[in-house]
């Protein structure tokens, strides 16, 4: 495919037919763009989501659902998924059902980058390829066949505002398919402006003083193909397309809150993107459009990368706000492409699909669409069993990679049974509603139905252990036997189960479970917005004690629902995923106090309003407590050398008193329960548990006042990780930083 998820490598191909199968047609490269959270219900049904692996606990777990406090409808047609003229599968007979299966309501059209160099009258894309049967007829015979709603992305890149209007009264006056979201162009700011070319753009002048360059290459090169070249033809896209259909949303790219390139400027566009396009627009913005890669090397980190939608949400409304001069609860905002990066086709990917999904529209989002219907394979791995084709498509395109052929073409893959899992948790114009877990590898959303019934879905994001959940419900009477379904690790189905008693769920490790409890209860109140992203400031500790860490953590204030904001309740994360009440004010800072020096912490923050309702949690905030900086000591820790399995450190030891200290003990703490000293030297070393302890030698024995040191070191092994310690003690006082 030409447009690939950002952060993704340039080559990429195209999914085609041929007499002989299969073939995989290689593209141009292009650079990409890369991606820089009143009454007691325990829930009911003791169930096994299949065998827990060997090794596995059973942790507890408790979730809190307020029934009352609303988050707002589940929107008509917010289930989405990107298709793509390139892919010769697109329309494939099974598509359909699929589709409907999957509660999947949403299909966006052309396709990635391609919507800017594809021709929807000739079915030509500049420079690309067009795959036989794809062409605008033949996806609306799909997208009606499966019930879904069209998002259309128009040709911004080589296109012109006549040739999309023309396309509106096709779409809207001449077949009435009553298409309402109309994006203009995909990823703009990929056009050169901040350096980075993948995007087509003929409105980008390539020539300085007659002479033709390379966008960005020379330093006082002017070229109209910035923000504000966008935002105004923006403005005249919108004139001629809402002509033809003045009931239609028109929708501009923005970039992604904390993404690049977010916040990015240059000498010839000093404010940033978003800035610039939003201020020109003004009280035209009508629906703004951002897409979603979260990055991170591992399953672990990709996972909680939904924590973070809360914030970015809050900035956009801010946005909105502050540059267009509109409310942002008129604008809409559509996510149209979201994906994983890592463990793409398997339980990973399948279980941040529906936490992904559920998080953007719980804070305001019309649509979530996923990348893609089918992509093609890449890096082929192994993921806890099951077959990674690092393919971004929902479906196999049946295609090899490294000698590694994927199933048969159509053929599901693990996301798509996350996604399916979303059909039992909730429909269009059912209630979502507010949940909480204490472990925060439990992920939890819930809906409260329009027949007031509850449903809630738990996402047990641990790969090694098993939870059993209690749950306790506010406003809601449950009345009947509930129904279990499960999505069990690398399930190929969805399994339901009706158990009679009402005690408690137990989830398997990586397993997706959704709970459907008859009854009634709720009354429409629209909780709290999530507080913003925390901070904290003023972070010191002193010699007093171990636990003399101190700071102020703050947040931006919650949008207030029905009722005003009344208060913040502040939790602390556990190392084991569990949370704790630490704090409760008024105001939108708290004071913390007790740290332990060299610790972690981390923290979110939750509204409540008036009448006890409570928001959906803010971002997690992590750091560090720092040694005291008045320390009569200073300890400097550096990995000299490291390998597979081990490493080598120095410590140097400085005495910044006023007295000599003879003899030393220095004591500190590896993070790691893998790490430990193999070989020690210049003292006696020695070591229980992660605490190691090391003793003068006769010759170094004596540290000088002053600024006299001692430098020690010594081997040791490691689990693949070689974590310093951070707080170091001497004759059992505290040291600071050197």
Known sequence: MLHRP??????????????????????????????????????????????????????????????????????????GLNTEVYDSYMNDAPIPGLLKAAGIDALRYPGGSYSDIYNWETNVAEGGY????????????????????????????????????AWVTDA??????????????????????????WEADSHCDSTLNGSPVTIGSEPNQTYDCGPTQYAENVLTYMSAMKAADPNIHVCAVLTTPEYWPDGVTNSE????????????????????????????????????????????????DSEITSYAGVSPSGVKVLVTETNSLVDQDTMPTALFAPDTYMTWLENGATNVDWWDEQNGPETISTVDGAT???????????????????PPVDTPFEPYYGIEMLTKLG?????????????????????????????????????????????????FTASGSPTVYTLANNGTSITATTPSSASSVTVQPYSLTVIQIPGTGGTGVTAPGAPGQPAV???????????????????????????????????????????????????????????????????????VDSQG?????????????????????????AVTNSWPGGFEAAITITNNGSTAINPWTITFSFPASGEAVNDGWDGTWSQSGQQVTVAAASWNSAIAANGGSVSIGATGTDTGQTAAPTVFYINGNVCGDD
């Open 613 to 637: 309702n409570t928001s959906l949690p803010s971002p997690p905030v992590t750091f560090t407590v720092p040694p005291p900086a008045s320390a009569s000591c200073a300890v400097h820790y």
């Open 6 to 79: 950002q952060g993704m490598p340039t080559g990429r191909t195209f999914i085609t037919r041929s007499s002989r199968g299969v073939a995989l047609l290689s593209t141009r490269a292009r650079r990409g763009l890369v991606l820089l959270s009143a009454g007691t219900l325990v829930a009911a049904m003791a169930m096994a989501a299949g065998a827990a692996p060997a090794g596995a606990q059973t942790l507890t777990d408790s979730v809190t659902v307020d029934a009352t406090a609303g988050l707002g409808s589940i929107p008509s047609n917010a289930i």
């Open 427 to 475: 429909s269009p114009g059912d209630e979502m509603v507010t949940s909480r877990s204490s472990n925060a590898l439990v992920r939890v959303h819930a809906v409260r139905r329009v027949d007031g019934s509850l449903d809630v879905l738990i996402d047990n994001e641990d790969p090694s252990n098993a939870y059993t959940v209690s749950l306790t419900t506010d406003s």
């Open 172 to 197: 809207d006056v001449t077949n009435n398919y009553g298409i309402d979201y109309w994006e203009v162009g995909n990823e703009v700011f990929g056009n050169g402006t901040y350096g980075a070319d």
């Open 130 to 165: 067009d795959a036989p049967d794809t062409d605008f007829s033949d996806f609306m015979a799909t997208a009606q066949s499966a019930g879904t709603q069209p998002i259309i992305t128009v040709n911004y890149g080589t296109g012109t505002p006549a040739l999309a209007a």
């Open 388 to 406: 990674d084709y690092g393919d971004g498509g929902l479906f196999s395109s049946g295609t090899s990679s490294d000698g590694v052929t994927e």
């Open 537 to 607: 400031s003023g972070l010191s500790s002193s010699t007093s004690s171990t636990t003399s860490g101190t700071g102020t953590l703050s947040w931006p204030a919650a949008r207030a629902g029905t009722y005003p904001v009344a208060s913040y309740n502040v939790y602390s994360e556990g190392n084991g995923g569990t949370s704790t009440l630490v704090g409760n004010t008024t105001s939108t800072s708290l004071t913390l106090t007790g740290l332990t020096i060299g610790a972690s912490y981390t923290y979110n923050v939750v509204a």
């Open 269 to 316: 566009y000093p404010d940033p993107w978003n800035q610039t396009v939003l201020s020109i627009l003004g009280s035209q913005t009508d629906c703004v459009i951002v897409h979603y890669y979260p990055g991170g090397s591992s399953a672990a980190s990709m996972l909680t990368s939904p924590q973070a939608i809360p914030a970015m949400m809050s900035t956009l």
